[in-house]
């Protein structure tokens, strides 16, 4: 299927659906680049890989309390151009659900931020299992990755799951007039590498 990129045009994308992953959820991958749609089982060079968490606020709504909905965006374009894969998993809110993740807005609003809210609400600060991307990930015959993320966890579990993550590439920082504090949560409480503001 083709797929819009940010400036307008489209790419070629293959769609993948998964049955029996282990925690049963419907996840997807899609094959982005003219040489992953060809050939997507037969990479030469290990492929440009991105675990993204579905954010239904940030992703469908353009929500900007979150950066979820940009990098969404960057990392079709990036990955489109080398050819590679993006993993759409079904793990809202770090894992706690849509309906959890609105009660979590409401606690941000009194001045928790998204860690502390989670753990408000009786979860842990993440949630998020990527066993289930390396399943999707073998299923592909893909087993060397160089990974779209500023997230180290991912790729740690990643590796503990048989996934050789052979490199990172860091995604770019996607600030707004709203999402100041949440960019800092995450960098402070997730230890997340984040490229310094710019001039946002």
């Keep these: 299927m083709p797929v819009r990129l940010p400036d307008g045009s489209s790419v070629p994308a293959r769609l993948a659906s998964f049955d029996g992953l282990l925690d049963g959820r419907e ?23 991105r675990l993204h968490s579905e954010c239904l606020t940030g992703d469908v709504l353009g929500s900007e309390r979150c950066d979820c909905g940009p990098q969404l965006q960057e990392a079709v374009d990036r990955i489109s151009a080398e050819g590679g894969y993006l993993l759409y998993l079904r ?41 289930v991307a390396a399943q ?27 996934i050789r993550v052979v490199g990172t590439v860091p995604t770019a920082r996607h600030g ?6 949440y960019l800092d949560a995450k960098a402070r409480r997730g230890q997340l590498s984040l490229e310094p503001a710019s001039n946002e």
């Excluded at 899609?30 to 890989?49: E, F, I, Q, T, Y």
């Excluded at 979590?104 to 299992?129: P, V």
């Excluded at 707004?176 to 504090?181: A, C, F, I, Q």
């Design 136 to 162: 999707m990930l073998l299923a592909l015959g893909v087993e060397r990755v160089r990974l779209l993320s500023n997230n180290p966890d991912k790729a740690v579990q990643l590796e503990a799951a048989g």
């Design 176 to 181: 707004s007039e709203v999402n100041g504090r």
């Design 91 to 131: 793990q809202e809110g770090r894992g706690i659900g849509l309906y959890n993740k609105i009660d979590a807005y409401a606690l941000q609003e009194d001045g928790l931020d998204t860690f502390e809210a989670n753990l408000a609400l009786g979860f842990d600060e993440d949630e998020r299992d990527y066993a």
């Design 27 to 49: 996840h997807v991958a899609l094959a982005l680049g003219d040489r992953a749609v060809r050939a997507a089982r037969r990479w030469v060079d290990v492929p440009l890989v």
